[in-house]
């Protein structure tokens, strides 16, 4: 057991960051095309800016509000001399939480804004790069969305180390095995700013999507992003602010989050190798942090030596080839970083073998969940498989047999799901709990620190995954720049073939994304569970050793958790409806009002639409931000600090398999729909049937119906799981009375 | 406390009988109307007769098999010298329960095909009826329908009073503590039962419904029910076979499970009646079957004095009227039963008042319950308010538009039905508990015998809730029999008239379902806990206290439980993409190999397609049906005892609230289109948009969709989270190691 790798957290976040940067003017510097092509993109860019800067504004104040109210709370309910973590008397525990939030909720914003500013830059460079060559697009629609993946990353590693370095020098009362107990204020300042973030960029993308398609594409009878519509402005910045920002935002609270809970589950074992007088327990705490460190520098090691092919690749092998590297190199990083930071010469787990083998184990079990969980998306999201085909059929009988097929397969991913998650939890307990870690009690904390250690093990390539996530909106934007400013057929071929790459990354990442937050449901819990016990010791009462579901209280509040899924996702593809509605009134009304829009001697009012769905969009994100943010706290004044536990996972569990189902349920619409573009469908004679039959109108019909299941509820759906998991985290002592 | 109203058990259920079967009588001597009506409804009932006949020979032979593998498997699992129910040794459980298992079975088979014999009968003279009378027609229905309702409900009574009696007399070792936990494969045989009625009767009449409509409405162009389509006599007996036998099926479980439930809850407070020394203590569980008797009498009242009214009064306030009697009459037996059953002089509860007003409260608690759920419902599914209205603007912007709003209505309906549930069992728990029993350990019973009884209290209306259900299948039936036989447009009207009625009615029943359900899940749970505390304590271990989330196994079953859900509905849906598409083939076939059907100079082959859906049917309902059977026994052998408690609570939770989404969602598509139908839709410039405009045929989408969901995995979903509980009742001991 060593700290002798403490130092890579910063040097490994730092150096992410001036990789970033580095990226950033590597990608700045290319060639913009011409002057066609940057007009289009001026207008996405403003778009996208003025949408952030309104977006973020919002959600200062209602964090800067958030934080003064939870400030206050805690303060008044951790009176100083009674302060319920151990240790923190004296401590002014209100204000280092609200603290803590404000930086997670900045450097949130902050990581957003950046991502996207580079995103939105970006797109016109890689349709330019298309004019020449496909790698030279991929390795600036690659480096762009790096950008993103790294700063995410890095300002989550950096933000909770610094605050918890910060805290533990500054005040005497918070010592190593205290702090993670106040920075969890980061995390639900993370969470916060990210379920706003995808809430507002996910109504807005898809708003705009489908309002434009429907009175563009069904009403006027013009192609997709064609320049006529005054809406295809609007869709392209949707494309930004949606999935670049929105999944930005998620990503950074998972990492946050997770990191911070695990090192709450840390300070078990350190109390144990305190106790058992092994050198620098607090090796524990800082694990999560160290790998996620060598996890960065197994991306940069990625990103800038192995995003390279042949011209006549497929392009998704260029990102793949990427993937590997990076899963490779964290095996390495994470056998290292077990072995220093683990082992204990003469104590040894069953078998006699050696305590970090088992958690290394652990590590790579979520490792193999990760690549597991990307085969799943791709067979139920793919055209080659069963299930877009078994749509891509029903859609010959029309659009009512295409929904119910679509239905059936959105439901059935939840199946291997489910599975994946429960063998991926009991295996990493398992070996955990071989690795005969004891507390005090007598209870094993092995087996739960190995679920967290899983959950590490894949989040180390987050920042690969966000990078090939943000990959998808800049190339989508690319192709939309180039159809626009009516760009060489070759530069579009090569921009289509990229986009349909990053339909699948974007897919993926929602997996990935999808996968991380069930394996952190059961890390956030446990620790909740953890500073639960903390508080009721310190208040002399007996611990909570279980969360009883046959107690009537936590039934009913397992009730309310489930069925929050299902009403947040109500309240989520209502506001895109609403804001769709906007959109498709005022295009209307400039088709009708602006003559000669239709034979291109007048210009739509782009800028108008823009500006309409940016405040619809905005308005619409509260209502159901709100509800989020309440429930639990209603819940957990209500019913008490148990309850609320069981709120909390029967919550994750049920907005888990939601967010499954419509997820997967959209892309497989979404792939049904192209495999009929593409003319792989056929009828009774073997005739193909393609573009303008029916089976296509049918199909088209699910992909709109997709459109706000995948990229406004589900991925809202993430974001949610985590955030009930850091409220309850931070209010647990307002709910013990 | 006393035992002076037992008789009232055999004497109500005799007594329902005998009224069902006056009722049998009178609708059968009624006038069958002019030859051509009585054609049609001779090839209906012929093809439902073809259906039950051997879809009951399918589950006969299923359950057969079932009952040889669980007498086996509890007698070696209970050898004689440690049986696991305490004072049971020596009896042969495994043979009792198997023969339990039977009677529950046979009893199930022979409500739903004597139930169904009178409704095929009940058709044609409802639609005979409607040409002389409103009031006579809405006679002949309810009638008709009510006889379903009494037989399931007074066959429940007596097969489980039966059985009861019979091991307790026979058997020395079987005694009045005892015997519940025996009698259990009763519940376990009527859900076995109800599962494949309610999943074979669901995908036949779905896929007949989805199938004909597709080809005959979308494809040649023809009405619906028109006698040229091979496909809608297969309709017309799929209204039989699904919402009547099914949901029969599904009711008649209900009924039996919760009342063995109930009374297995009720040997808790018989032990502290027994050791206080009060009088009679098996009357706390006869209750259960008293309770259940009283409302048999107040619904024969009902239905007997009060379907009665005036020629131009609006059918649904006839049988209104009915509901309220049953109901204000069901008040009165709740307070003569408590009182007489449970009042100890000398004994009170809280606040000194008489346990017996606290049992009462919570019997209101749930009466009260059964209410709101019919005004949910009906806000939810009814045209004249918001969530429809909503739809049906949303129609106008075409079918994706109906879609997203339809999903986004039937994921809100879960916000009230888990309020209510949650209040109701809060409620109901918190009055019980004030009761002031506690066992010999000092813990509280009578807060989870209060929920019991909150659901016993919901549970009295049954027989008329069913009688208004089956009211709809008649009905449906009676409108494409005058439709088929060209009555006269004032029969047609009368008949148009009830079937928006019961379109109605069966809404309600399938929310009045899921509300029993839900309120049933912890009642059934408890007494899943019950037994296995009994078995452990035999076995000399520890009881299990909790049911605790945090524990990883647990948490995994429930995730994996709250999964099985979505499964089960994906397979049900896709069951009926498959029949559909047979049907489909075969009448594409028709049209073209048969010259003269669209000039009516030739009949199509009506049997055939019957022939084609039946056996489609029946193959497709075993996979979700085995998938059901399954998934408890594997994750309670693989994961023990506590996590399948875990899996079956939050397994109940999760399909609840997908039901709950199901049923309504479904339910407001299909009265949308319907709204639109009646002109009720206008466009901005205030022209009504009806029939054949682009909106009616985006409603017509939604209300396609709709089908599945809300008559076939919806309603199963009851079924199944009942089944779970029943099976992990009946083999706890095999999940004990």
Redesign the interface.
Known sequence: MSNALHWLIPVAGLAAVLFALYLARDVLSRDKGPQAMQDVADTIREGADAFVKRQYTTIALLALAAAVIIGVVIALVESPDVADVRDLAGAPIGALTAFAFLVGAGCSMASGIIGMTISVRSNVRTAAAARRSLVEAVQVAMRGGAVSGFLVVALSLLGVWGIFTLYDTLFDKVTVATAPFVIVGFGFGASFVALFAQLGGGIYTKAAD?GSD?VGK?EAGIPEDDPRNAGVIADLVGDNVGDCAGRGADLFESTAAENIGAMILGVSIYTIASLAGWPNPEAWIFFPLVVRAFGLLATIVAVAFFIRGREDEDPMNILNRGYWVTTILSVVGLAVTTFVMMDTPGTTGASGIPVWVWFFLCGIVGLVTSVVFVYITQYYTAGSFRPVREIAE?SK?????N???G??????T??V???S??AA??AS?WLGSQAGLKNAAGNDVG??FG?AVATMGMLMTTAYILAMDTFGPITDNAGGVAEFSRAEAGAREITDRLDAVGNTTKALTKGYAIASA?LAA?LL??AY?DKVNLILGNRGEAPL????????????A???G??LA??F???A??A??KT?QSI?VEVRRQFREIPGIMDYTARPDYARVVDITTRAALREMVAPGLVAVAAPIIVGLLLGYQAV??FL??GT??GV?LAT?LNNGGGAWDNAKKYIESGNLKDDQGNVLGKKTDAHAAA??GD??GD??KDTAGPSLHVLVKLIATITLVLAPLFIR
Chains 1, 2 share one sequence.
């Open positions: 489908v429907l069904v029903a009988t029309g659009p009512a047999t929904i119910i097929s239905t059936a397969v959105g439901f059935e939840t199946f799901t489910a599975l998650i429960g939890l009991l307990h087996g739960i679920t069930s059961f819990f446990s569970i050793t279980s969360v009883n579901l046959a107690d009537v209280g936590v039934f009913v397992a009730f309310i489930a069925m299902y009403f996702s109500s309240l593809i209502r895109v409806g769709a498709i536990a069981g996972m029967v569990i049920s398999l189902v088209v019909v709109t119906v706000p299941y």
